[in-house]
């Protein structure tokens, strides 16, 4: 079975700039959650994704966003990117909470 | 409100030291406990999963306890190697359910 598959593996882009990162959950899982991780930091949850509905959302502001398909594969948007947002954006699935996650690689994004 | 602490943030050892690494949490109500391995820059590769009806879990050399009425799970590697140099961190489901908290991750040096 393939695992969790993110793409790009690293971005550079411009303050007020968006971006568009995306996640192939692992196969039959169908629940997907974004993270994102600053340097020397523990993720921080972004929202997660349960078969094409968002059903849950952490303490970001709305210009993160967030879509999931009927594949399960996943994409987190980023409107009106700040300094800030420069992390290791994680991607994880699921089929049931009982099983736990598995973890894409990252897309580390930097804005300058 | 869940929180996940881990001490110590970093850690030191010479090669073949047997070590434990910390991880509490503030709401014993756990559904289960993850721990992973995070090499720098990279996503986080699952070690261990405690279900809460559980008391421990093996894999190898590393084994991971889980003790609900104190609020804390250990993580024991043994005889450890210089590839096991890597931050470490624990998460388990918030209470509502859908999102993971992490702690901040113990990063481990194992000297050769």
């Known amino acids: 079975e393939t695992g969790v598959t993110q793409s790009p593996t690293h971005l550079i882009k411009t303050r007020g700039q968006q971006v568009t990162l995306r996640c192939s959950s692992q196969?039959?899982?169908?629940?997907v959650s974004w993270y994102q991780q600053a340097l020397g930091q523990g993720p921080q949850f972004i929202f997660q994704?349960?078969?094409?509905?968002?059903?849950g959302r952490g303490n970001f502001p709305p210009r993160f966003s967030g879509l999931q398909f009927p594949n399960y594969s996943s994409e987190l948007n980023v409107n009106a990117l700040e300094l800030d947002d420069s992390a290791l954006y994680l991607c994880?699935?699921?089929?049931?909470?009982?099983?736990?996650?598995?973890f894409g690689s990252g897309t580390r994004l930097t804005v300058v | 409100k869940q929180e996940v602490t881990q001490i110590p943030a970093a850690l030191s050892v010479p090669e073949g030291e047997n070590l434990v690494l910390n991880c509490s949490f503030t709401?014993?109500?756990?559904?289960?406990l993850q721990w992973f391995r995070q090499d720098p820059g990279k996503g986080l590769t699952s070690l261990l999963l405690?279900?809460?009806?559980?008391r421990e879990q093996t894999s190898g050399r590393l084994n991971a306890s889980l003790d609900k009425s104190s609020g804390r799970s250990t993580l024991y590697i043994a005889a450890s190697q210089p590839g096991d140099s890597a931050t470490y961190l624990c998460?388990?489901?918030?209470?509502?359910?859908?999102?993971?908290?992490f702690g901040a991750g113990t990063r481990l040096f194992v000297k050769a």
């Open positions: 196969s039959g899982h169908n629940t």
């Open positions: 998460a388990t489901p918030d209470t509502g359910g859908f999102k993971t908290i």
């Open positions: 994704y349960y078969r094409e509905e968002e059903n």
């Open positions: 994880a699935s699921s089929l049931r909470r009982a099983d736990g996650y598995t």
């Open positions: 405690i279900q809460s009806s559980q």
């Open positions: 709401d014993s109500a756990i559904y289960n």
